[in-house]
């Protein structure tokens, strides 16, 4: 299996994601400028410019014609993917760090980062079909807690909203109302910062990766804990097989002992378990840093990884993979 190391971003990358059809790559970076690339030879189509700080994350519409960005500096921006213009700007009070669209891409829900006096908060945004009648105004915004959240994404059928982040509690939110009507026990959840949340293709289950060097799945309802995935490392990216009970972590070395390795050895790796058994079943190493972002091709035959080091890497699996028994 070679992978495809692709050089556009001059920083550290911090998100990836894939269209529905997987055909198309989107990756953010710590340089301003989310690039495009094709997912299966990995060209760089383009990018997006119009940011004046970090990318923390993106999402595309199911029909591929509108990405959203969530950015440092302190706004989310709405773009047409096939030509790279800045349909609209979505303005806030402090950082904002997670987007992501609903079924349908008639909402998208966007965290904001605590700042000065400012807590945390979620915004829910209405999409306008037409971008000319765009408006900033929030269907709703709710106060987060302590700290930053670092992933929010939508519950099943859109009814409600899951965040995680620096407290490490996850929550799960009605998303009509506001309201809290879940937080995960504190006893079994994680015990460190959750820096990274993944669901599953049917939205039934989702995983999080957090820096207690664990990784768990839920149920996306209940906010039952399925399983627990355990590593040696802080996990900074998780993501899940939709072809496989295959589930794949992602991290890198306590900051102190980055320089105690050989950075050259390219030794930080992508970690796969099996999800049913949370056994480790091999690993993909390569990147020269930690690795900060991960995803999946929507036909499970491929998946990216993008790292501290600045390179976005696609796996295309060989046979082998498929038959991996235990």
Excluded at 62 to 72: F, P, W
Excluded at 189 to 217: C, M, Y
Excluded at 244 to 270: C, I, N, P, Y
Aim: proline residues 3%; aromatic residues 8%.
């Amino acid at each position: 299996m070679r992978p495809i190391l692709m050089k556009g971003h001059e920083r550290p990358l911090t998100y990836l994601k894939y269209n529905k059809d997987g055909d198309l790559l989107f990756s953010c970076a710590k340089d301003h400028t989310p690039t495009l690339w094709f997912a299966d030879n990995g060209e760089r189509l383009g990018t997006y410019r119009g940011h004046n700080g970090a990318v923390w994350c993106c999402d595309v519409s199911r029909d591929s014609m509108r990405l959203i960005t969530g950015s440092a500096d302190q706004t989310a921006k709405l773009w047409n993917v096939q030509t790279g213009a800045q349909l609209y700007t979505f303005n806030f009070d402090s950082p904002a760090r997670s987007v992501d669209f609903s079924v349908g891409d008639k909402l998208v829900v966007i965290t904001t980062d605590p700042f000065m006096e400012l807590t945390s908060a979620i915004h829910v945004k209405r999409i306008a079909g037409d971008h000319t009648e765009q408006s900033g105004d929030s269907v709703l915004t709710l106060k987060g807690p302590q700290g930053r959240i670092n992933r929010a994404v939508w519950g099943p059928l859109n009814r409600t909203i899951i965040s995680a982040g620096e407290d490490a509690v996850i929550r799960i939110w009605d998303s009509e109302t506001g309201k809290l009507l879940k937080e995960a026990d504190k006893e079994i959840g994680h015990k460190k910062t959750i820096t990274s949340l993944s669901k599953s293709a049917d939205g039934s289950h989702f995983l999080t990766g957090s820096l207690d060097k664990s990784a768990k799945l839920w149920d996306s309802r209940t906010l039952t804990l399925i399983k627990t995935y355990v590593t040696e490392r802080p996990v900074n990216a998780v993501t899940m097989s939709p072809l496989l009970d295959h589930v794949v972590l992602g991290g890198g070395q306590d900051a102190s002992a980055v320089t105690t390795t050989d950075h050259r050895a390219g030794k930080f790796e992508a970690k796969f378990f099996d999800k049913i058994l949370q056994e480790e079943i091999g690993g993909v190493k390569g990147h020269f840093g930690p690795i900060n972002a991960l995803a999946f091709n929507p036909d499970g035959k491929s998946f990216s990884s993008g790292g501290e080091d600045g390179y976005v890497r696609i796996h295309h699996f060989d046979h082998d993979y498929f038959n991996i028994k235990i």
